[in-house]
């Protein structure tokens, strides 16, 4: 607790104390030990670069895996050997561990390239900006002053060595391994600081092995890029996989929007129609109510006529039947009176 104290006054105190005239002062750093840390930064860019050819042999032919990985281990463990005189031997060693390093981040690099291309260089420009601001901060500090945070980033490392093999064994969650991604990219960020610092003080002290410098930096710079491609690949996936619904909800929601408009031309048309036949039905009931009482005329008059006729007829059909009346008495009186025009002759 006292340590963090400590860390928390120095920073309140250097906020304080930093200026602009400040951020220009590096007499606390004598000239060799600044062209101690030019070399120490042109070296890491080199490996840098031998990284990034690395990884992109990887995306070319596939060579990245366990075996760049132990050839990338047992470059850095040959170059920790060969003596500080042997400087160009030391820098090939160097370049050749930068080169399996970045073939062996291959994959991982491959990957983010088929989710998104621009995470990549999102990912390197972030890595690099917070890599310069811790850098330069632990530059412009006081000496010594963030030395003692190396014992707390031992401890954080060990945690993390000790969950890593906890997940191999007894199986890893996603919340696990989120902690130690964003543990560890703490405790890295926090080595680029204690290691610049651990730079300088070393080359105070008459160590002015670049290559070995420039090893540790490479070190911290690729942990940490690593970790913040890793989570910008999540957020981007789960991102991407959001899409998919996003677009089948708009997707929808547009067709939706589409029959209302089609439904509000439609009544809008049926209307217009309406609107327009108005008069022609009107006019239509008028023509139809013309027809009607027309034709109800006409049949009144066709009834008033054939009434007429039926009269007419039944008058006719009554005369005739009279004058067959007469004419059958008249015949039977005839007959009448020659019978009896025949009697009395036969009584004579």
Request: one cysteine or more; proline letters at 2%.
């Amino acid at each position: 607790m006292e340590a963090f104290a400590s860390f928390f006054d120095s920073q309140s105190a250097s906020r304080n104390r930093w200026t602009y005239d400040s951020l220009k002062n590096f007499r606390q750093i004598s000239p060799v030990v600044q062209t101690h840390l030019k070399q120490v930064y042109l070296t890491l860019c080199c490996a840098l670069v031998a990284s990034a050819a690395g990884a992109y042999l990887h995306i070319l032919w596939k060579i990245g895996g366990l075996l760049t990985t132990f050839a990338c281990l047992g470059s850095m463990a040959w170059l920790l050997s060969v003596p500080p005189y042997e400087e160009q031997k030391r820098v090939a060693l160097l370049m050749a561990a930068g080169l399996f390093e970045g073939a062996s981040v291959g994959p991982l690099v491959d990957l983010a390239i088929e989710i998104d291309p621009s995470i990549l260089i999102t990912a390197f420009v972030g890595t690099s900006v917070a890599f310069g601001c811790f850098s330069a901060a632990a530059t412009l500090a006081r000496r010594r002053e963030y030395l003692y945070l190396g014992g707390l980033l031992s401890s954080g490392l060990s945690i993390l060595l000790w969950l890593q093999v906890a997940s191999s064994i007894f199986g890893g969650s996603a919340a696990i391994f989120k902690f130690e991604l964003y543990f560890g990219l703490l405790v890295f960020v926090g080595y680029v600081v204690v290691d610049t610092q651990d730079i300088i003080e070393k080359a105070h002290l008459g160590d002015l092995d670049y290559v070995k410098h420039a090893l540790n930096l490479f070190t911290d710079f690729v942990a940490v890029f690593v970790r913040i491609l890793i989570i910008m690949a999540q957020e981007r996936k789960a991102a991407l996989r959001k899409i998919p619904e996003q677009a089948i909800l708009s997707e929808v929601r547009r067709m939706v929007e589409e029959m209302q408009t089609l439904n509000l031309k439609l009544e809008e048309t049926e209307a217009a129609i309406e609107e327009y036949f108005k008069p022609v039905d009107k006019e239509a009931e008028i023509i139809m109510k013309m027809q009607l009482e027309g034709e109800e005329k006409t049949m009144k008059e066709m009834m008033k006529v054939m009434q007429t006729q039926a009269l007419l007829e039944r008058a006719e059909a009554e005369k005739s039947a009279n004058s067959h009346n007469v004419d059958t008495n008249q015949h039977s009186q005839e007959m009448d009176s020659s019978s009896s025009t025949k009697q009395h002759a036969q009584m004579g």
